[in-house]
């Protein structure tokens, strides 16, 4: 029970913390509300916990064997934060009468834990501490992944909550822009430690 709760704690912690998926369901909240970004929401608190699964049981193995493999993904990871970045800061609002623009669908999210720098962290931290090479691995992997399960879902809606909240504060279309070009700003600055050496 001590370590479900010491698992809790950190993916808590980890997971209420700003990163790419907390600035992007925020994005979503404001630009699209929270009924419309559910699937992203739901695709981030099912994803990731799959990630730490494929991650505990072998993947690490894979990239341990062919690095260049985790330096493909990792740049593959940079670009696509990039582009998401500037899809954030040219999203139009329902303000500006154009509403052709949508949130992440739940495979989008799901997938995009994959190339998520922070997501790659906690997931290969959780696994690197919380296991041990004394008992089989499966068992203490699949808790890993159920408490990150249990413990994405009030996290994110927090955050996708709090953007939604945003929006009522964001009167204009130049507020809403302020906000989306800020929030395209955190997303590239979250690459930053990705890139330093």
């Known amino acids: 029970m001590e370590l479900i709760f010491a698992i809790a704690l950190f993916a808590f912690s980890s997971g209420i913390t700003p990163g790419p998926n907390n600035v992007m369901l925020m994005s979503s909240g404001v630009n699209f509300g929270i009924k419309r970004s559910l699937p992203h929401l739901t ?3 099912i994803g990731f916990p799959c990630m730490v699964l494929a991650i505990g049981l072998g993947l690490s193995a894979v990239f341990q064997a062919y690095p260049m493999l985790h330096m493909v993904i990792k740049y593959v990871g940079i670009a696509y934060l990039l582009y998401l970045s ?16 949508n949130p992440l669908s739940f495979l989008q999210a799901a997938a995009f834990q994959w190339v998520n720098p922070k997501g790659w962290i906690m997931a ?3 696994v690197a501490t919380f296991t041990s090479i004394d008992t089989a691995i499966t068992p203490q992997v699949v808790t890993i992944a159920l408490v990150f399960l249990a413990v994405a879902f009030p996290c994110a809606i927090t955050w ?5 909240a945003l929006k009522r504060l964001l009167k204009s279309p130049r507020q809403q822009k302020i906000f989306n070009v800020s929030m395209a700003l955190l997303l590239v600055a979250s690459i930053i430690p990705m890139v330093l050496p």
Do not use: Q
């Open 86 to 101: 500037w899809l954030i800061a040219n999203s139009s609002s329902k303000m500006e009468g154009k509403g052709s623009a």
């Open 160 to 164: 996708l909550g709090f953007g939604a």
């Open 124 to 126: 290969v931290g959780a």
């Open 43 to 45: 695709g981030i608190c």
